[in-house]
Structures are given as structure tokens and as C-alpha cells.
């Protein structure tokens, strides 16, 4: 498989446009048409990491977090990414990272932690707008059905948890073929008349290539004659962060120890509760505090993220609980369910879970 496949298959499961716009998701390095049969999972790309994917043979690795950030201006080996890009290139390793994108589809990151905790009634806390279309295309009613079906099976007509969704009209279309045109119905030169079917479709933009390729194959016309409208509706299925409900009510010391259990984690920073018990439960894998109000206006009791400053404490004390259990801690799963996707998806690759604890940052505790 090339690289350029992978990517394709991973831009299925994670479409790379989901990620936020400074973010770096994707190719970091490797040329897409090289061939490669053997990946290592891992969160971060360190220099261990490499040597892990050397000794066991790996031709590319694919990562949750970049390595590399922010564009490099030399390449010295004196910085921890420039280190990391040197030592893959001379050891031909390609690196792809999944990263906000991965974090931003409802089978994510987040949901991920959700699962963990085992939050019910889940929903996007930040749903996305503008990155769904509206598709209307008209054909001869008698090929309706295999136009809308090849629609569907690429993607389109998705609402929620419905699937198949269109919205179709019976009329009345014109137009006249042209000299050297080879007209499915009517007559070169002569105007003419066909039931038709109006067929409409909403469809997630990352999908547009694919739905269309697929209309224009089942469609008969030499001509498709087909709208695409940019919606601003709210996209509940893709966006920043989860919210969900506990099965029990848990007052607060209970509720952090069960963060404290399911996420391993050594320390939990968290401002003073607001209520007895905590019920509603709204989180964000990684540096999520930019979600703080968004989980008060949306009723949370606790709001669960990593790397929250100082201040935010503050904002929180006598609304919500904010309980930030480590950067590492939150995402520390992401190379599971990175496996447990592209292992569903490609069978035909062989595909390894890094061993290494990649986290930089280290505890101390007196007893």
C-alpha cells in the first residue's frame, strides 16, 4: 500500500479537514506514492518512539500528536522536532498524525473518555457549523432509485442517527442536444420534454468528491444537471468536546476517584463543586479549557480537560467543577482507538500499538 493510500483510508475514518486550523494533522513527512506495509501506533513521536519503530521493522508511523508544529526555519538537531525529523529521514521512517481531526469526530477522542467513565446520552458540548451541503440533482424518474442509492453509499443523505434521507419531487425538464452530443432521450436539434425526478441530499463537505463521483457514474445524462448549496446548520456530529450523563449521580469525592482509577492519572487539579453530587459530565481530551463556558451555558456539573491555567480556576469556583486530569492522561488512549479503527478499516496492513510512555511530564510525591 502507498503512503498516499493510507491516507485515504484514514481520511475515511478522520477526515483531515475536521482539524482545527492550527493544528498540523496529516502527511509530516514521506512521499506519498512510497510503498509501506508496516505501521507503529503511538501518541507522540519521540527519538524512543523511533528507535521502538526501527526495531521492529516499521516503514511509517502514525501518531496522535505532530511533531512538528510550527514550521521549522533550520534543522540543526538543537530542538526536540529537529531531532525527531532528522533521525526518521536518515532511517527512511514516514510519520502521519491524527490529531484535532481525530479529536473532532463523534467516534473520537472524546467519545473515547466518555465510553471510559461511562457517560450516557452523549452529544457534541461545540457542534461545528458550515461544513454541510445541500446536493439537488435532476434525472429521468426511472433511474431515480440508482442515482439515489449511489448518492447514499458515498455518503450523502445523512441526518443524525438517520441514514438514506432525501427529499424528492416528480416534474417536468427541457433542453435540446447539441450538434455531436449523443443525447440519452430525444433528438439532436430538437427540443424535448422528460419526466424527471429532483432528487435532494444533504452530505458533510469532506465527503463532496466521493458523492459526486458516485452521481455522475449512475446518472445517464452526458450532462448532469445538478445545484450544491453551503448550509450553515449546526453539524451535531463532528466538534470540540463531549457531554453526557453518569448512570449514578456521584458526589464529588467519588466521581474523582473514578477519574483518579480510569485514567490513571497521579494528580487531579479541580476547583470546588458547585453541587453535592455530580451528574452531568462534560470533557475535552487535551488543552480543552477554551470549552469552559460552552460546558457551563450547556449545564455540566464537572468539566473534564488537561492543561487549564491559573486563572481559569477562578472562573469556574461556585459554577463548575473543572478537574484537569493531565494532558497525557486525557489522550493516553488515542493510540487504542487509532488501532481499533485503521485494524477495522485495512486488513490487509500490519499494524502495532507503541509500548513506550511517551509522557515528558513526571510526578513527585512525599509520602
Known amino acids: 500500500m502507498t503512503i498516499k493510500e493510507l491516507l485515504s483510508n484514514l481520511n475515511e475514518l478522520a477526515p483531515f479537514e475536521l482539524q482545527q486550523e492550527s493544528d498540523n494533522s496529516g502527511l509530516l513527512l514521506g512521499e506519498p506514492q512510497k510503498k509501506v506495509s508496516k505501521g507503529l501506533i503511538t501518541l507522540d513521536v519521540t527519538e524512543e518512539v523511533l528507535d521502538e519503530a526501527i526495531e521492529k521493522k516499521c516503514d511509517i508511523i502514525i501518531s496522535h500528536h505532530p511533531f512538528i508544529k510550527d514550521g521549522l526555519k533550520k534543522i540543526t538537531g538543537a530542538g526536540f522536532a529537529e531531532r525527531?525529523?532528522?533521525?526518521?529521514?536518515k532511517n527512511d521512517l514516514a510519520v502521519i498524525s491524527l490529531h484535532t481531526n481525530l479529536d473532532n469526530i463523534y467516534a473520537g477522542?472524546?467519545?473515547?473518555m466518555c465510553d471510559l467513565i461511562g457517560l450516557d446520552d452523549i452529544k457534541i458540548l461545540d457542534p461545528v457549523r458550515g461544513k454541510l451541503k445541500k446536493l439537488v440533482v435532476f434525472c429521468p424518474s426511472d433511474h431515480a432509485d440508482k442515482v439515489r442509492m449511489a448518492i447514499?453509499?458515498?455518503?450523502?443523505?445523512?441526518i443524525g442517527d438517520y441514514d438514506w434521507c432525501s427529499y424528492n419531487i416528480e416534474g417536468k425538464g427541457s433542453f435540446r442536444a447539441g450538434e455531436g452530443t449523443s443525447p440519452f432521450v430525444g433528438k439532436v436539434n430538437e427540443l424535448h420534454f422528460e419526466k424527471e425526478a429532483r432528487i435532494e441530499v444533504i452530505y458533510p463537505s469532506y465527503v463532496e468528491k466521493q458523492v459526486l463521483d458516485a452521481m455522475i457514474k449512475a446518472h445517464p445524462y452526458e450532462e448532469v444537471a445538478y445545484d450544491l448549496y453551503p448550509l450553515d446548520n449546526v453539524f451535531d456530529r463532528v466538534g470540540a468536546g463531549m457531554i453526557g450523563n453518569l448512570k449514578t449521580p456521584l458526589v464529588i469525592e467519588d466521581f474523582l476517584s473514578l477519574l483518579e482509577k480510569k485514567f490513571k492519572t497521579s494528580i487531579i487539579r479541580y476547583s470546588s463543586a458547585s453541587k453535592e453530587k455530580i451528574s452531568v459530565v462534560a470533557l475535552c481530551g487535551g488543552s480543552g479549557s477554551f470549552l469552559l463556558e460552552k460546558a457551563?451555558?450547556?449545564?455540566?456539573?464537572?468539566?473534564?480537560?488537561?492543561?487549564?491555567?491559573?486563572?481559569?480556576?477562578?472562573d469556574a469556583t461556585g459554577k463548575i467543577v473543572l478537574a484537569d486530569i493531565g494532558h497525557f492522561e486525557s489522550e493516553q488512549f488515542a493510540k487504542d482507538l487509532i488501532f481499533e479503527m485503521v485494524s477495522k478499516k485495512i486488513s490487509n496492513f500490519a499494524f502495532q500499538i507503541s509500548e513506550i510512555n511517551s509522557n515528558p511530564v513526571k510526578y513527585f510525591r512525599t509520602k
Not at 447514499?152 to 445523512?158: R, V
Not at 457551563?296 to 480556576?313: E, M, P, R, W
Open 109 to 112: 477522542v472524546n467519545r473515547k
Open 152 to 158: 447514499f453509499k458515498a455518503g450523502g443523505g445523512k
Open 296 to 314: 457551563i451555558s450547556a449545564g455540566a456539573d464537572a468539566f473534564v480537560t488537561a492543561d487549564v491555567k491559573y486563572h481559569l480556576f477562578f
Open 84 to 89: 525527531v525529523l532528522v533521525k526518521a529521514i
